[in-house]
């Protein structure tokens, strides 16, 4: 029941109105970039999902998707480990190539991943995220495209989950301490 995960909810970081109007400006922009390129549009399984659907529909360029499952190992620590659970079925060798993804924490995923991706040989590779936490940052990852900066806290919703929970929230929220600290 919907009304269960708002009880979760301790405040709305960000409604669904200010990621619409977020969204649409930030599409005006990459419309301009990426206009006759065709570029391949990855969508980082699962969290990016909802923020993928929402920016390509407000795009009108040409363009391709796909889609990538991948998790890092040792969070914090040192670098590069990167296990892919699902990888893109495009041939990205020569492609304009923007990765979506719903957040930037540690970076370390990133970082990892855009590794991987720019021995592909792609003919550019950039980074687009909903929200950034570059408080948190370890690795030197700088998305291109940042929709929002937000504190140190954990969130939900719009993809984001918590132990696979609550990506179907339409907002962006707080998760209680009281959920994950029971
Ligand atoms: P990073 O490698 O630390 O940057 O990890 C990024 C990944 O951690 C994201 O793709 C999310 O799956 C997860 N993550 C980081 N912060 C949050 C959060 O506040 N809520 C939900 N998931 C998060
Ligand atoms: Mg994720």
Redesign the pocket.
């Known amino acids: 029941m919907k009304e269960q995960m708002h009880a979760d909810v301790e405040r709305i970081m960000l409604t669904e109105a200010e990621m619409q109007a977020r969204i649409k400006e930030i599409a005006g922009k990459l419309d301009l970039i990426y206009k006759d390129k065709n570029p391949v549009m990855v969508c980082?399984l699962k969290?990016s999902i909802v923020f993928f659907s929402d920016l390509i529909r407000n795009m009108s360029a040409k363009m391709e998707l796909d889609f990538m499952s991948v998790s890092?190992y040792g969070?914090g620590t040192t670098s590069g480990e990167l296990k892919i659970k699902q990888d893109l079925r495009t041939n990205i060798e020569g492609r304009d190539v923007l990765v979506v993804?719903?957040?930037?924490?540690?970076?370390?995923?990133?970082y990892a991943l855009k590794k991987l991706l720019n021995d592909r040989k792609p003919a550019s590779l950039n980074i687009i995220t909903l929200l950034d936490?570059p408080e948190?940052r370890v690795?030197p990852i700088v998305p291109d495209y940042t929709c929002f900066v937000i504190e140190d806290?954990?969130?939900?919703g719009y993809g984001?989950?918590?132990a696979e929970q609550y990506r179907n929230l339409p907002y962006v929220g707080v998760l209680k301490r009281s959920v994950y600290e029971k």
């Open positions: 980082i969290g890092s969070a993804e719903d957040i930037i924490d540690s970076g370390n995923t990133l936490k948190r690795a806290e954990f969130v939900i984001l989950d918590y």
